[in-house]
Antibody, heavy 123, light 111 residues
Framework: QVQLQESGPGLVKPSETLSLTCTVS????????WTWIRQPAGKGLEWIGR???????EYNPSLKSRLTMSIDTSKNQFSLNLKSVTAADTAVYFC?????????????????WGQGTMVTVSS | DIVMTQTPLSLSVTPGQPASISCKSS???????????LYWYLQKAGQAPQLLIS???SRFSGVPDRFSGSGSGTDFTLKISRVEAEDVGFYHC?????????FGQGTKLEI
């Protein structure tokens, strides 16, 4: 059973870069897209973007100018870098398996989530 | 971006009674392949969301059959036939037809 674990600093200063890593265990990272989603306190979920093992990425246009995602298949890890952060980037960040297809051909989306990591942007 | 709108935003239900949550999308979620990419998640307090329903009505593994999804095009509904105490939390709908993926505001279910 696949498991995801986020890691990274819990506090980032304004204008600096937020960097998080997600470690995948229980399955190979090579078969799926991998996604980051965030949730400010008391608010809804925001899709940040996703990365494929080949390195292909898709980003939320609202964050694209500040965002870089990467993947290290040798370590079964994928990463998020968000530069020039402000207080508006304060949120719980989740890494998520994007989707797979079940035996019936159903696209099962966001089926596996990390526990989430709280990142606060403050000086 | 596809805007997802949930109603109500808050719901209080007596155990054993049914509950229903609506989700409307700003454009049809029907793909040219005939599939509709609407999903439901439950987020319990202090936890990550957990998948309940895929493609409008397909229950995820381990999800009790008291949960059901229906709808088409732009209008969708999640129903709980008999609410139990463990069902409390925030319910989120989501679309994966297009990027960016988008979510509804969330509906808080209380007992």
């Amino acid at each position: 059973q696949v498991q995801l674990q986020e890691s990274g600093p819990g506090l980032v200063k304004p204008s600096e870069t937020l960097s998080l890593t997600c470690t995948v265990s229980g399955d190979s990272i090579n078969y799926y897209w991998w996604t980051w989603i965030r949730q400010p306190a008391g608010k809804g979920l925001e899709w940040i973007g996703r990365v494929f093992p080949s390195g292909v990425t898709e980003y939320n246009p609202s964050l694209k100018s500040r965002l870089t995602m990467s993947i290290d298949t040798s370590k079964n890890q994928f990463s998020l870098n968000l530069k020039s952060v402000t207080a508006a980037d304060t949120a719980v960040y989740f890494c998520v398996r994007d989707h797979y297809f079940d035996n019936s051909g159903i696209r099962v989306a966001f089926d596996t989530w990390g526990q989430g990591t709280m990142v606060t942007v403050s000086s | 971006d596809i805007v997802m709108t949930q109603t109500p935003l808050s719901l209080s239900v007596t155990p054993g009674q049914p509950a229903s949550i609506s989700c409307k999308s700003s454009q049809s979620l029907l793909h040219s392949n005939g599939k509709t990419y609407l999903y439901w998640y439950l987020q319990k307090a202090g936890q990550a969301p957990q998948l309940l329903i895929s493609e409008v009505s397909s229950r995820f593994s381990g999800v009790p059959d008291r949960f059901s999804g229906s709808g088409s095009g732009t209008d969708f509904t999640l129903k709980i036939s008999r609410v139990e105490a463990e069902d409390v939390g925030f319910y989120h709908c989501s679309q994966t037809l297009q990027t960016p993926r988008t979510f509804g505001q969330g509906t808080k279910l209380e007992i």
